[in-house]
């Protein structure tokens, strides 16, 4: 984090001769929006590509970065570097790169040909989708809370069917019937392990504690078991933590539990305080940094996953929004300037000022159908922020976006197919994608929607940006 300072933050204001401008985005998603891809892409942007941010007479060129050979920046966060060489070599040579299991940083300086005095001092910061939905323990404060909102949203009926034997458990005839010892916990974690992998295969991002996807060394749980495919075994189940270790599980308690169950609610309640402090609060701690935050949406992998899936990825959002609290006030605003005016980053207030909605991976939906995607994503989160735009000013932001488009539409004929081509491995391919429809369906189900999911491919030759729509406006909101 930044260090502290006394009288005034010239250090910041100034840089290479320049005065700074400091933006901070955080970049967010569920564990499907390709995060990583757009990321590289965007970075490609700024090293080398030449988007029309401030009009076609207005170049833009990137003094340093956390990527330089020589004299790289330190990350502002104090997070680790994003790392755009690894992720860039395998995007170019045909492969998926590594998804995203730790926070990190992209900092770069931006310079502009028509200001000699100005520039941008630009922080991308990446979070791991895995780890958003643990941000709701925080927000809710103690396990108590944390349990009695779980098994709610475990009771609804889209989620019911897949938690029905962990919802009967926690709703036992007797008290009698509950054991205050360590052969019910194991059952109970057991219970809750078999919840969660279910939620994983239907493609849900409600996943909490998130360790049962990524452990807290950042490394992917699944992999650890040789596969990325699991059977979900109880062998298999039983090596996830869900937790700070193993043995050490975190599950929802009912209330009936609590009381009858002391000695294993506190235990439980030790473990989620550790797992708070340890795991979820280091993100918190940089999200808290950003004033303006990317949200990405696959929209085409929700109406692939059907209701759960948006479901699940409403609540994750609405879970975010709380504990985010977005919009300044104007005093907010004066006095978080001040702030950093006089001693720099470590006295900001902080506070996202706007957020911009982002449908990523839309080279996967038709040309016609890109303007009713866009809708969707309006009628997504539209409601969620409605509050926070009347009450705090939060300013919103909404497009479609292809890191890497990688498909050509086809007109549409009398059959009204939407017929997309593309190209995997020197071969071409032709592919139909489903018709977006001009509002969330009243009622579908799983299949009812598919969409070609193309290699995304960068050029080989490093100084080269891939071809893309959407990114030029996505950097004009990020830089005005």
Known sequence: MASKSSGLNLGGIIRRGRVARPRRVGVL?????????????LISQIKHGHLDVFGP????????????????????????PFDYDTAHDRLAHGG??????????????????????????LSLIDWPGERLADLAMIGHGSFDRWSDAMLHALSLELFRPLAQPYLTAMEPASTEDIADNS?????????????????????LPFVTPSSFLVDIENRYATEQMGTNTPTWSVEELARLAIGTAPGEPIFPMSAIWRESAPELTMRLSERFDDYIAKVVKPVADALSLCD???????????????????????????????????????TERTLDWMAWLAAGESFRLGGVRQITVLGTQSDRIHADDRQAAEGLLHQL????????????????????????????SEPVGTDQRRKLTFEDDGESFEAVASTVPASWPFAWKTG?????????????????????????????????
């Open 292 to 330: 303006h935050i990317l949200l990405l949406v696959d929209v085409g992998h929700l109406l692939e996953a059907g209701p759960r899936g948006v479901e699940g990825t409403t609540r994750l959002f609405e879970e975010l929004l709380g504990w985010i609290n977005p919009g300044t006030t104007t």
């Open 96 to 121: 998926w790169p590594s998804k995203t299991v730790a926070a990190s940083e992209y900092r770069s300086f931006i310079v502009r040909d028509d200001d000699r005095w100005r520039m941008y001092d």
């Open 448 to 480: 009812d929607f598919a969409f070609p999911r193309p290699k995304p491919r960068l050029p080989m030759k490093s100084t080269q940006a891939p071809e893309q729509f959407g990114l030029g406006r996505v950097l004009e909101w990020i830089l005005n």
């Open 381 to 408: 989160v539209e409601p969620l922020v409605r509050k926070y735009q009347v009450q705090k000013r939060l300013k919103m932001k909404y497009g479609l976006v292809a890191a890497v488009n990688a498909t050509r």
């Open 29 to 41: 998603g569920s564990f499907h929006a390709g995060k990583t891809v757009l990321l590289t892409s």
């Open 183 to 203: 052969a019910t916990e194991n059952e109970l974690a057991m219970s809750y392990r078999r919840v969660l992998a279910a939620f994983v295969d239907a493609a």
């Open 57 to 80: 007479d207005v170049v833009l060129a990137e003094l340093a970065s956390t990527n330089s050979r020589f004299d790289p920046l330190e990350t502002r966060s104090g997070l680790i």
